[in-house]
């Protein structure tokens, strides 16, 4: 009996490795469709306290709800997508200065470095040949991948109208499993909205307050890359750091402060409100959340990244309810100590 069991337990894990190999090979396949589809519905997740507050306390019909909620979807975005595209127009007649500033930056550093005794030529051999293309690469290429996502827009809202129109008339919430996937993404979503709201928006004020060039861009980016957790404060934080070093009007005093106050801001809301916030609700181990980033960025690219802990949750809460996959949901939630007892 243990030997079918095993047998069993193997084959299995074989077909959950062929299963996935091929999920994945159609999910990168079908990315045109489902990425504005999946984005459609954890935005329809976000949305839909919106239309339940409409319905039960206005007495609205969903309908008149849904297409209030949408309204609402579109000025957000519109408001998004104008303000990226002022941005990138902005940094694109900035890049001669931007290119200045950096060669007279790189002069005096190498002037410095000499008058210590070391050798400029050899220690800025790659960097002397720095284009300002490289040194805002990483901002133009932050900004194209959101533009991207912000002009597939119209299919997104297209599947978000017909996601909330289609969605239970009650206000009450539903049972079984898509009811428990529902109520952690719904509370997930709502709970990182709002902190990545208070995230960006203080980090774009103290930016605009230090005098930074595109302080709302910034403060943007701090607002979407809070949801990549671990990584994403990383980069929103180092995100000013070029344009700081290579504006006109910056001291050393503005640098440290452009640097450290939202790198302050960040540690709080990551490190104390958040946890607070939101607590335990997705149940994912950190390593657990750190490969999710890798799988679902190598699939959807940044798209991946922002989606990578919630569609992750959704699996774990699958994986619970059958019967041959609980041990990869309590790998996920990283309790080895029950793997052990199990096998």
């Given at each position: 009996?243990?030997?079918?069991?095993?047998?069993?337990?193997?084959?299995?894990?074989?077909?959950?490795?062929?299963?996935?190999?091929?999920?994945?090979?159609?999910?990168?396949?079908?990315?045109?469709?489902?990425?504005?589809?999946?984005?459609?519905?954890?935005?329809?997740?976000?949305?839909?306290?919106?239309?339940?507050?409409?319905?039960?306390?206005?007495?609205?019909?969903?309908?008149?709800?849904?297409?209030?909620?949408?309204?609402?979807?579109?000025?957000?975005?519109?408001?998004?997508?104008?303000?990226?595209?002022?941005?990138?127009?902005?940094?694109?007649?900035?890049?001669?200065?931007?290119?200045?500033?950096?060669?007279?930056?790189?002069?005096?550093?190498?002037?410095?470095?000499?008058?210590?005794?070391?050798?400029?030529?050899?220690?800025?051999?790659?960097?002397?040949?720095?284009?300002?293309?490289?040194?805002?690469?990483?901002?133009?290429?932050?900004?194209?991948?959101?533009?991207?996502?912000?002009?597939?827009?119209?299919?997104?809202?297209?599947?978000?109208?017909f996601i909330l129109l289609g969605?239970?008339?009650?206000?009450?919430?539903?049972?079984?499993?898509?009811?428990?996937?529902?109520?952690?993404?719904?509370?997930?979503?709502?709970?990182?909205?709002?902190?990545?709201?208070?995230?960006?928006?203080?980090?774009?004020?103290?930016?605009?307050?230090?005098?930074?060039?595109?302080?709302?861009?910034?403060?943007?980016?701090?607002?979407?890359?809070?949801?990549?957790?671990?990584?994403?404060?990383?980069?929103?934080?180092?995100?000013?750091?070029?344009?700081?070093?290579?504006?006109?009007?910056?001291?050393?005093t503005t640098i440290v402060l452009?640097?450290?106050?939202?790198?302050?801001?960040?540690?709080?809301?990551?490190?104390?409100?958040?946890?607070?916030?939101?607590?335990?609700?997705?149940?994912?181990?950190?390593?657990?959340?750190?490969?999710?980033?890798?799988?679902?960025?190598?699939?959807?690219?940044?798209?991946?990244?922002?989606?990578?802990?919630?569609?992750?949750?959704?699996?774990?809460i699958f994986f619970e309810r059958?019967?041959?996959?609980?041990?990869?949901?309590?790998?996920?939630?990283?309790?080895?100590?029950?793997?052990?007892?199990?096998?």
């Open positions: 009996m243990d030997s079918e069991q095993r047998e069993r337990r193997i084959q299995t894990v074989c077909l959950l490795i062929l299963s996935a190999a091929v999920i994945a090979f159609a999910m990168w396949w079908l990315r045109p469709v489902m990425i504005p589809f999946v984005l459609a519905t954890f935005f329809a997740f976000g949305l839909s306290p919106l239309i339940t507050f409409q319905m039960r306390y206005l007495h609205i019909p969903r309908l008149l709800a849904a297409f209030a909620t949408l309204i609402v979807g579109c000025v957000v975005l519109g408001l998004l997508g104008s303000l990226i595209s002022t941005s990138v127009a902005q940094l694109a007649e900035n890049v001669d200065v931007y290119q200045q500033k950096i060669n007279q930056l790189l002069e005096k550093t190498m002037i410095l470095l000499e008058g210590f005794g070391f050798d400029p030529v050899s220690t800025f051999n790659s960097l002397s040949a720095l284009p300002i293309e490289r040194v805002s690469g990483m901002l133009r290429g932050m900004t194209r991948a959101i533009v991207d996502l912000l002009s597939q827009g119209s299919l997104v809202l297209v599947f978000l109208f969605g239970s008339t009650s206000t009450q919430p539903s049972g079984g499993v898509l009811g428990e996937i529902e109520s952690r993404i719904k509370r997930y979503i709502v709970a990182k909205a709002v902190v990545s709201a208070a995230t960006g928006a203080l980090v774009g004020f103290v930016l605009a307050m230090l005098r930074v060039d595109l302080a709302l861009v910034f403060g943007l980016f701090a607002f979407l890359l809070n949801f990549i957790p671990s990584i994403g404060s990383l980069i929103a934080t180092l995100l000013p750091l070029p344009v700081v070093l290579v504006s006109p009007d910056s001291t050393l452009a640097i450290g106050l939202p790198t302050l801001i960040q540690l709080i809301f990551g490190s104390f409100i958040e946890p607070k916030v939101m607590g335990g609700s997705l149940d994912l181990h950190p390593v657990t959340v750190i490969l999710a980033l890798i799988v679902w960025g190598m699939l959807w690219g940044i798209v991946g990244m922002l989606l990578a802990v919630p569609l992750t949750a959704v699996m774990k059958i019967e041959h996959t609980t041990l990869l949901a309590e790998l996920l939630a990283g309790r080895l100590d029950r793997l052990q007892t199990d096998t």
